[in-house]
């Protein structure tokens, strides 16, 4: 049988259907020629892709999420994916208006919409901030509000803004006078690993457990970012850097395992930490249709790996009446015995670890807040502990969270 063709008039007919699905003010009323996103997202579909037509509505809130008004330009980074790539993509630098992305639309092993990642950063002549959000392309036309949280921005101490970069605009405080900065390159990567706190391993009399790790297991790290003055430095004769924000958290990323990994052994009411390899990956950008010399930095978790011993841990909650979510095990139970971490609920503890990235003008510390969830990976199954052996000292052992979304696993021969 042929394919049946569309008439000019069914093809118009066919985008309007679409079109009238999309974000007010994308497509002319009368013409839906008129939006180029629709019109190629249709041709995809027409040629069997399964595309999304994404529109991102940026708004600028302070920290009482009040509205801000500014000069804002948006720069949009795409985070999917990031363990395979060598940086993120910046796939959109302008005005802050209606941001239309087209992105594929694809089923995981578990038949579940792949989620897709993107970072929003916004710059303007007073405020900059940045958000990290999430878009699952569940409908083939999405529109995504994302209040982006920005704080003042500093002006250098130091120097004087205006010196010329290759390629950036002249300050208008420039002058004939002024001493050339040459900066770094616009776009700069660097990666650095870090042993990082990641989970607590407890015990109690008569217990021995160790934390297994699997390849696609995933724990959630944050993504910090920064915004940076270049500036000529007439005292000090020489070009420098200068933070105009502090270090603040656009969001919590996954990074994925990438090896098979158990710890070892904890017994006999021990408890300590379990450190795992983290891969930070810096970026520096320019940002170019903002004011002159103006940057901003981005350190993102990629993935960890390994496992070594960190501090050992004071626990009150153990040995007494379980709360939370209870697993009860009866004398005799065979070992091993498994328990998921997880999935978690966000921000349960903020554990800390120091961070030190060192980068071309010196080193950046940060605080980087570990674990705010556990979530099924490609593996299909979060991180475990495992109970390796069990000298029964009562009828029935008791694990529990405490409230944790089984973060942290508690025990007790004391029944609730």
């Given at each position: 049988?042929?394919?049946?063709?569309?008439?000019?008039?069914?093809?118009?007919?066919?985008?309007?259907?679409?079109?009238?699905?999309?974000?007010?003010?994308?497509?002319?009323?009368?013409?839906?020629?008129?939006?180029?996103?629709?019109?190629?997202?249709?041709?995809?579909?027409?040629?069997?892709?399964?595309?999304?037509?994404?529109?991102?509505?940026?708004?600028?809130?302070?920290?009482?999420?009040?509205?801000?008004?500014?000069?804002?330009?948006?720069?949009?980074?795409?985070?999917?994916?990031?363990?395979?790539?060598?940086?993120?993509?910046?796939?959109?630098?302008?005005?802050?208006?209606?941001i239309p992305l087209r992105i594929w639309r694809?089923?995981?092993?578990?038949?579940?919409?792949?989620?897709?990642?993107?970072?929003?950063?916004?710059?303007?002549?007073?405020?900059?901030?940045?958000?990290?959000?999430?878009?699952?392309?569940?409908?083939?036309?999405?529109?995504?509000?994302?209040?982006?949280?920005?704080?003042?921005?500093?002006?250098?101490?130091?120097?004087?803004?205006?010196?010329?970069?290759?390629?950036?605009?002249?300050?208008?405080?420039?002058?004939?006078?002024?001493?050339?900065?040459?900066g770094p390159p616009y776009h700069d990567v660097?990666?650095?690993?870090?042993?990082?706190?990641?989970?607590?391993?407890?015990?109690?009399?008569?217990?021995?457990?160790?934390?297994?790790?699997?390849?696609?297991?995933?724990?959630?790290?944050?993504?910090?970012?920064?915004?940076?003055?270049?500036?000529?430095?007439?005292?000090?004769?020489?070009?420098?850097?200068?933070?105009?924000?502090?270090?603040?958290?656009?969001?919590?990323?996954?990074?994925?395992?990438?090896?098979?990994?158990?710890?070892?052994?904890?017994?006999?009411?021990?408890?300590?930490?379990?450190?795992?390899?983290?891969?930070?990956?810096?970026?520096?950008?320019?940002?170019?249709?903002?004011?002159?010399?103006?940057?901003?930095?981005?350190?993102?978790?990629?993935?960890?790996?390994?496992?070594?011993?960190?501090?050992?841990?004071?626990?009150?909650?153990?040995?007494?009446?379980?709360?939370?979510?209870?697993?009860?095990?009866?004398?005799?139970?065979?070992?091993?015995?498994?328990?998921?971490?997880?999935?978690?609920?966000?921000?349960?503890?903020?554990?800390?670890?120091?961070?030190?990235?060192?980068?071309?003008?010196?080193?950046?510390?940060?605080?980087?807040?570990?674990?705010?969830?556990?979530?099924?990976?490609?593996?299909?199954?979060?991180?475990?502990?495992?109970?390796?052996?069990?000298?029964?000292?009562?009828?029935?052992?008791?694990a529990f969270d405490a409230g944790t979304g089984?973060?942290?696993?508690?025990?007790?021969?004391?029944?609730?």
């Open positions: 049988m042929d394919r049946p063709v569309l008439s000019r008039r069914g093809l118009a007919i066919a985008l309007a259907a679409l079109a009238a699905l999309a974000v007010p003010g994308l497509v002319a009323a009368q013409n839906p020629l008129a939006s180029p996103e629709v019109y190629a997202l249709f041709l995809e579909w027409l040629e069997g892709k399964s595309k999304a037509l994404v529109t991102f509505r940026v708004s600028a809130v302070d920290g009482e999420e009040r509205p801000v008004s500014d000069r804002f330009t948006v720069y949009v980074h795409n985070f999917t994916e990031y363990w395979r790539k060598p940086s993120s993509e910046r796939v959109y630098a302008g005005p802050l208006q209606p694809l089923l995981n092993r578990f038949n579940e919409w792949v989620e897709h990642e993107y970072t929003i950063v916004l710059v303007g002549a007073r405020y900059f901030g940045a958000k990290l959000v999430r878009v699952k392309p569940e409908k083939p036309l999405l529109t995504v509000d994302v209040e982006v949280p920005v704080s003042e921005v500093k002006a250098p101490a130091g120097g004087r803004i205006g010196c010329a970069l290759p390629g950036a605009r002249a300050s208008s405080s420039a002058s004939s006078a002024c001493v050339p900065c040459s660097r990666e650095t690993s870090q042993l990082t706190n990641a989970i607590q391993l407890h015990t109690i009399p008569g217990v021995e457990a160790y934390i297994s790790f699997k390849i696609g297991n995933y724990l959630y790290f944050d993504q910090r970012y920064r915004s940076l003055w270049l500036y000529y430095d007439y005292n000090a004769g020489t070009c420098c850097f200068e933070p105009a924000t502090d270090w603040q958290t656009s969001g919590s990323k996954p990074a994925m395992c990438g090896n098979d990994v158990n710890t070892g052994s904890l017994a006999d009411g021990a408890k300590r930490w379990v450190k795992v390899g983290v891969t930070y990956r810096y970026e520096l950008w320019l940002a170019e249709q903002a004011p002159a010399y103006y940057y901003y930095e981005l350190l993102t978790p990629v993935d960890f790996g390994g496992a070594s011993w960190g501090d050992d841990i004071s626990c009150s909650l153990c040995g007494g009446k379980p709360t939370g979510g209870t697993y009860p095990y009866a004398r005799g139970t065979p070992t091993p015995i498994t328990i998921r971490l997880g999935p978690g609920i966000d921000q349960v503890e903020a554990w800390g670890a120091d961070v030190t990235v060192q980068v071309i003008y010196g080193p950046v510390t940060v605080t980087v807040h570990v674990w705010y969830k556990v979530d099924r990976g490609e593996a299909g199954e979060p991180p475990k502990l495992v109970i390796s052996r069990v000298n029964w000292q009562a009828d029935n052992l008791y089984w973060k942290v696993v508690h025990f007790t021969w004391t029944p609730p």
